[in-house]
């Protein structure tokens, strides 16, 4: 996928997660990225949000990842979906042979709260995709 205009590319390698996709049927979440204090900065701040390729993943099945923020990350079940981007922010679809390796670069809202993290569900009957990762990083 492209990178919607923006132009960082640089991956700070202290905040980035990966996390192993879930199994057919079920979800993961990334651990979280915490963005600083400032919730209205004035920096615009980019994120790469990455699938590891799949050759397991069972043709026309999916992998939707959703972008999610906290402004505490005191509890794991208070994330929200960040409401500015489609639920799913980015949906990986197997053609027969798996997927290629897929990556989506945005800038986030301003109002993002401070802690984000990635979370991943793989379709019902898509296969066991379990030995690939997803990945958030935070871009320079």
Known sequence: MGNN???RSL???SQQVSTALPAAAASA???SLDLGFNRNRDENVEVEIAVDLTTILVDTKDIDLTLQMSSDNAVADAFVDVPEFADPVLK???AGTGNPETKLQIRLPRSTERYIRVSAAVETGGG???GSNFHLRLLF
Do not use: C, P
Request: avoid cysteine; charged fraction near 15%.
């Open 92 to 94: 990986v679809t197997s």
């Open 128 to 130: 066991d995709v379990t």
């Open 5 to 7: 205009g923006n132009n």
């Open 11 to 13: 991956v700070d390698t």
């Open 29 to 31: 979440s990334s651990a």
